[in-house]
Structures are given as structure tokens and as C-alpha cells.
């Protein structure tokens, strides 16, 4: 049997296969960008985001995606930060 706590840990490990990814929804895969900001891996936290955006046909959160932002100007991409 499993307790909450595992069951919450689970949630945290990362899709082991790209299909596995692409079945995220754009909410967890914005929580897994910041996650991973916080792990200081900012390329793979602008990956995240960028799926977040194009999953399930979810573009109008774009203008809320304002973590990829910060996650662009700390990978010192000042032009892709300022048109987020």
C-alpha cells in the first residue's frame, strides 16, 4: 500500500520516455519548469515551458508563462525574455 507521501513523491519523478511527456498536462509541465529551475537546470526548465505551451493546444497560456521568462534572461536570452 502506499501513504500520500509516496504517493506525492511519485508524482515529482521525471517521464521516462517522451510519449510519457507528451501526456503531461501544460499545468504539471509548468510545475516540472519550476521544479527544475529550482534545481538549477534552466535549459531543461525552458524545455518544460515551451511544452507547456504547445500541449493540448494550450498557446493563450502564453502571455502567463512568466517563469520561462526568467528562465530565459538566467540562460541570458535577453531577446526571447523580453517578447514573453
Not at 20 to 40: C, I
Not at 56 to 74: C, D, E, K, V
Request: aromatic letters at 12%; glycine letters at 10%; hydrophobic letters at 25%.
Amino acid at each position: 500500500p502506499h501513504t500520500f507521501l509516496q504517493m506525492s513523491s511519485n508524482d515529482n519523478q521525471q517521464p521516462s520516455s517522451p510519449q510519457q511527456q507528451q501526456l503531461l498536462s501544460p499545468k504539471a509541465l509548468v510545475n516540472r519548469g519550476m521544479n527544475t529551475f529550482k534545481q538549477g537546470n534552466v535549459a531543461e526548465s525552458i524545455q518544460y515551458f515551451d511544452q507547456a505551451e504547445g500541449g493540448g493546444g494550450m498557446s493563450s497560456i502564453t502571455p502567463f508563462l512568466w517563469q520561462r521568462g526568467i528562465s530565459y534572461y538566467y540562460a541570458d536570452k535577453f531577446q526571447e525574455g523580453s517578447k514573453q
